[in-house]
């Protein structure tokens, strides 16, 4: 188990936790370079059937809370920073890459929508959020 914290996005392709250089907006995903994000996956929901299953289930209170940040996060959008911290197994890709460009769209071999998340967080509870406005 890892604890971490980070920015919280949610959008109706999964939940991501980023550190505060990552640019992943709008429709077309770019490679990381110097930023960093995770997939969030709960218990369950995983989609990756060849791995094993996690020994644990998330939190109820933790599943309750996460589905409301990022609810509120995609109602609110960019006017908002959600930052969580969050405690979970890492998972992380196999020979990890990402193929495609930005006028087609990139897709990768990891986790979360199209695969560009080369590690995932299946999560076990999160806690001590804080919201605020951007600037």
């Known amino acids: 188990m890892v604890t971490v914290r980070g920015t919280l996005n949610a959008s109706m392709h999964g939940i991501v936790l980023a550190n505060e250089r990552c640019f992943l907006r709008g429709s077309r995903y770019k490679p990381f370079e110097n930023a960093a994000a995770i997939n969030l996956e709960t218990p369950g929901q995983d989609t990756e059937p060849e791995l094993p299953k996690p020994k644990f289930d998330i939190d109820p209170k933790s599943y309750r809370l996460l589905r409301e940040l990022a609810e509120k996060k995609m109602n609110d959008g960019e006017s908002i920073v959600i930052s969580i911290t969050c405690t979970g197994l890492i998972r992380s890709a196999e020979n990890f890459r990402i193929d495609g460009d930005s006028a087609s769209g990139y897709t990768g071999n990891g ?18 959020p804080e919201i605020k406005k951007k600037n």
């Open 111 to 128: 986790f979360g929508h199209m695969g560009v998340y080369p590690v995932e967080l299946v999560l076990k509870s999160i806690k001590d």
